[in-house]
Nanobody
Framework: VQLQASGGGLVQVGGSLRLSCAAS??????MGWFRQAPGKEREFVAA????????YYADSVKGRFTISRDNAKNMMYLQMSGLRPEDTAVYYC?????????????????WGQGTQVTVSS
């Protein structure tokens, strides 16, 4: 499975961005977004079950971020609003072969290259 993330950029506090992730070359059961800020570990942001559409969010983004997917296009999205400086990070999309909700980095099998999101105050 190949994953290509895009849509990052520079935005002011309170602004919005939409990240996209294009998937190709294989099958998977769920996908997710993670982020990694400088000097910190990669952390879970949101996940979506590919067929059921069930979604899961980290507490830090609930109510501000929305994950979605387009099965026909093999695309996943992360709509981010109410952005804060602490949201600044490289955002990665990931895919998981096994079923079930997954919030741990080790539970994902494939990773995209990351896209930078910078929120300026």
């Amino acid at each position: 499975v190949q994953l290509q993330a895009s849509g990052g950029g520079l935005v002011q506090v309170g602004g919005s961005l939409r990240l996209s992730c294009a998937a190709s070359g294989g099958t998977f059961r769920s996908m997710g977004w993670f982020r990694q800020a400088p000097g910190k570990e990669r952390e879970f942001v949101a996940a979506v079950h590919w067929t059921l559409g069930s979604t899961y969010y980290a507490d830090s983004v609930k109510g501000r971020f929305t994950i979605s997917r387009d099965n026909a296009k093999n695309m996943m999205y992360l709509q981010m609003s109410g952005l804060r400086p602490e949201d600044t990070a490289v955002y990665y999309c990931a895919a998981r072969v096994n079923v079930g909700a997954a919030t741990n980095v080790r539970q994902y099998d494939y990773w995209g290259q990351g896209t930078q999101v910078t929120v300026s105050s």
